[in-house]
């Protein structure tokens, strides 16, 4: 015959239960943040203002790649700079946040091969305290979420250079 467990111990073992759920939660929590991290080092990209320049510095990720949070006319937006892409280009989601009209069809060539996009102007693109006016863009439909190529239509209006894993971008305001 066995032998039911006390109330207490019913209590004690549902309380560590709860413990191990809330644990691996906050472990899965913390895990998420270091992968965020390591994808984009740059979700607060210093700045710096001198002799009337605003200069970016980024940390390249552990990809190798450079990938800096943004915005575009004042909606949240992951940069992915990308010299071989000849304009900026933004998801569909995006544009339809960000309230960016679409405008004529081009076939634009990717690695994927051809897609459909639609041309756009940003408003304002703003990457630490570099901000631009009035970007040529290309609003992919195939592309998802808040991830933006930011191709030269952009990166042409600064200066850069690269030197280990940091790339510095000047911009010298109107």
Known sequence: MTQDPLPGQQAGRGMLIA??????????????????????PNRSPESRYFNGTQEVVLQ?????????SGSIN??????????GATDVVVS????ERAGLSAGIR????????RIEVRAT???????GGIELRDVSASINP?????????????????????QDDRLTLRYRGN
Do not use: P
């Not at 413990?19 to 984009?40: I, M, P, Q, S, Y």
């Not at 004042?74 to 010299?83: I, K």
């Not at 930011?150 to 250079?161: C, D, I, N, P, T």
């Open 74 to 83: 004042g909606y949240d937006a992951v940069f992915l700079l990308d010299t």
């Open 121 to 127: 102007r940003l408003d304002r693109l703003q990457l």
């Open 19 to 40: 413990a191990w759920v809330v644990g691996l939660a906050l472990l899965t929590w913390v895990f998420g943040l270091w992968e965020e991290r390591k994808h984009n």
């Open 142 to 162: 195939a592309m998802g979420g808040q991830q933006v190529l930011l191709g030269m239509s952009a990166l042409g209006q600064v200066e850069f250079s690269q």
């Open 92 to 95: 569909q989601d995006l544009a």
């Open 106 to 113: 081009k076939i634009a060539q990717t690695a994927n091969g």
């Open 60 to 68: 390249r990720n552990t990809s190798g790649h450079y990938v800096a």
